[in-house]
C-alpha cells in the first residue's frame, strides 16, 4: 500500500518536480497538494484521516509552512511532518520546525535523495515513517 502524501508548495517547477521524484522513487500517492497556508490548512481541515506524511515547503507565497506545521498540531500519531527548505542549515529555523511539531527537515537541494529513501522504506514496511 503507498503512503499518502499531501504536498504543500508554491513553486510549480519545483511541485511537479517533487510530484514526479515522490511517484517514481518512493512509490508514494500525492493526495492533494496546496500552494499557500490557507489551501493547505483547508485541505488538512477535509481530509484529516487522507494523508500519512505531509511535505511542507516552510516559505510559501502566501502564508508560511509554519503555520501548516502548527496546524497539523493534532494529528494522528501515524502521521508524519516533514518541512523542505533551502534554508536547512539555519539551526534556529530547524529548531523552530520541531517546537512547532515538525518531525524532520530536509534541504530541498541536497537532502531530498534521503527523504525518498525514508519515504521508499515506509512504503515497504506500511509504516509510520520516522526520520533518523
Given at each position: ?80 511532518v ?36 525514508l ?6 514496511s ?7
Open positions: 500500500m503507498a503512503l499518502k502524501v499531501f504536498l504543500v508548495e508554491d513553486s510549480a517547477a519545483q511541485r511537479a518536480y517533487l510530484a514526479q521524484a515522490l511517484r517514481a522513487e518512493a512509490k508514494v500517492e500525492i493526495v492533494g497538494i496546496a500552494e499557500t497556508e490557507h489551501q493547505a490548512i483547508h485541505w488538512l481541515d477535509n481530509n484529516a484521516d487522507q494523508w500519512d506524511i505531509a511535505l511542507v515547503d516552510l516559505f510559501l507565497g502566501e502564508g508560511s509552512g509554519a503555520g501548516v506545521i502548527q496546524h497539523c498540531h493534532d494529528r494522528r500519531p501515524d502521521q508524519s516533514f518541512v523542505m527548505t533551502n534554508h536547512s542549515q539555519n539551526e534556529a529555523l530547524l529548531h523552530h520546525c520541531k517546537l512547532l511539531g515538525a518531525d524532520a527537515v530536509y534541504h530541498k537541494a541536497t537532502e531530498l535523495e534521503n527523504l525518498l529513501a519515504l521508499q522504506e515506509g512504503a515497504h506500511n509504516s509510520r515513517c520516522v526520520a533518523q
